[in-house]
């Protein structure tokens, strides 16, 4: 018997695995039918999931872990059964403040430039509080500017709205997932950096399972887990990047050109209106095992990040964190496929630059590069 599952979603390119789950039918061949629902905010995916409306949503990866810890307004525990995305955030600015800030070598110079040009905290426009899209550019900032110096001042609202936040004035520049950086630049705002430079392998969203739901529909959540790891293969071929941006471009997913939608899918962003292109393979990523895995490492590095913002001990989140990334229901779900699994579930985060392979079940498996840009 078919299960009927409601899933919540955001209109972001790296909602790609579920979308194209329901769309070629994955959920079915599971044995679940995905019943996708589409939200303007992660405030509303939150409350969701809360209350039970939807048993797993498209969730950030900090969302799942504050949920969980009692941070908001609407709290629940959640699991990570796997990652969604990794990447695919950009910094985006006006025009006439990247003019001024003009060309700069790293982001370190970038922080400072900016500062130096602002002449005030920076008002930044992230999508949600609990966001990768704060935490890495407090992380960004924090390491590149004098300690004391007043840095940011962050300013929330939803990801497709943040465009117009910016032509406003109201904010400096906003940290927020593809389409819409690019988005932006079609407006003429600049793209000034993309957020993979700031760490290659940051962990971006995630499957955000209600917990009790969980517990009590093990074999729905497997179902789940694999229909969006067999779309997450589909997703991360190459060949497919066209047909999958025409799928997200559709109304009632995305609603965003495919044009605009394909560029971080083939790892080619649009940097301003002269046409600057900034190439690169980190850009986002949907698919591989170092994606997907839902590594303890990472919400280690979350948990550090928050604790002090969040106004909790570093080791009551770091230990929240390990209840709430779940490696131990990936390998459950993706028993008997053909599909080799890391042995550790954590790995050594931000050090480096290039390819390397971890032990696997059954041989090593590729990882990374994973490095932050002030690692030395």
């Known amino acids: 018997m078919t299960v009927a599952l409601d899933i919540g979603f955001v209109p972001l390119t790296d909602a790609a695995s579920l979308i194209v789950a329901?769309?070629?039918?994955?959920?079915?061949?599971?044995?679940?039918?995905?019943?996708?629902?589409?939200e303007v905010s992660w405030s509303n995916i939150r409350d969701k999931v809360a209350v039970g409306v939807y048993p797993a949503a498209h969730m950030l990866a900090p969302m799942a872990l504050a949920m969980s810890l009692g941070q908001g307004q609407m709290t629940a525990a959640v699991s990570v059964p796997m990652m969604l995305?990794?990447?695919?955030?950009?910094?985006?600015?006006?025009?006439?403040?990247?003019?001024?800030?003009?060309?700069?070598?790293?982001?370190?110079?970038?922080?400072?430039?900016?500062?130096?040009?602002?002449?005030?905290?920076?008002?930044?426009?992230?999508?949600?509080?609990?966001?990768?899209?704060?935490?890495?550019?407090?992380?960004?900032?924090?390491?590149?500017?004098?300690?004391?110096?007043a840095r940011a001042e962050f300013v929330i609202a939803p990801p497709s709205k943040l465009v117009d936040v910016l032509a406003s004035?109201?904010?400096?520049?906003?940290?927020?997932?593809?389409?819409?950086?690019?988005?932006?630049?079609?407006?003429?705002?600049?793209?000034?950096?993309?957020?993979?430079?700031?760490?290659?392998?940051a962990p971006e969203k995630v499957l955000g399972v209600n917990r009790i739901w969980a517990e009590q529909n093990s074999d729905q959540v497997d179902a789940l887990v694999r229909a969006l790891v067999r779309a997450s293969f589909w997703c991360g071929n190459p060949a497919n990047a066209e047909a999958l941006a025409d799928i997200l471009s559709m109304p009632h997913y995305l609603g965003v050109s495919a044009d605009i939608v394909v560029r971080a899918l083939t790892g080619h962003l649009v940097m301003d209106?002269?046409?600057?292109?900034?190439?690169?393979?980190?850009?986002?990523r949907l698919s591989g095992m170092d994606v997907l895995f839902p590594w303890n490492s990472k919400a280690q590095w979350i948990a550090e990040q928050a604790a002090s913002h969040w106004g909790i001990s570093v080791s009551?989140?770091?230990?929240?964190?390990?209840?709430?990334?779940?490696?131990?229901?990936?390998?459950?779900?993706?028993?008997?496929?053909?599909?080799?699994?890391?042995?550790?579930?954590?790995?050594?985060?931000?050090?480096?630059?290039?390819?390397?392979?971890?032990?696997?079940?059954?041989?090593?498996?590729p990882i990374g590069p994973n490095r932050f840009f002030s690692a030395k």
């Open 22 to 38: 329901k769309a070629l039918g994955y959920d079915l061949e599971e044995g679940i039918e995905l019943h996708l629902h589409r």
């Open 85 to 149: 995305s990794q990447n695919g955030n950009t910094l985006t600015t006006h025009a006439d403040l990247a003019e001024q800030v003009g060309q700069v070598s790293n982001l370190s110079d970038l922080a400072k430039r900016l500062h130096t040009v602002v002449k005030r905290p920076l008002r930044i426009g992230v999508p949600f509080p609990h966001s990768m899209h704060l935490l890495l550019t407090q992380f960004w900032l924090d390491a590149s500017l004098p300690k004391g110096k």
């Open 169 to 201: 004035g109201e904010i400096d520049a906003f940290m927020v997932g593809e389409p819409y950086g690019s988005q932006a630049t079609e407006d003429g705002a600049v793209i000034l950096s993309a957020a993979c430079e700031i760490w290659s392998a």
């Open 316 to 365: 009551a989140a770091e230990l929240e964190a390990t209840r709430v990334f779940r490696p131990d229901i990936l390998r459950r779900a993706l028993a008997g496929m053909p599909i080799d699994l890391p042995v550790s579930d954590s790995l050594a985060e931000g050090g480096n630059a290039d390819m390397l392979f971890v032990k696997g079940a059954e041989s090593t498996i």
């Open 273 to 284: 209106r002269a046409g600057s292109i900034y190439t690169g393979s980190d850009i986002m």
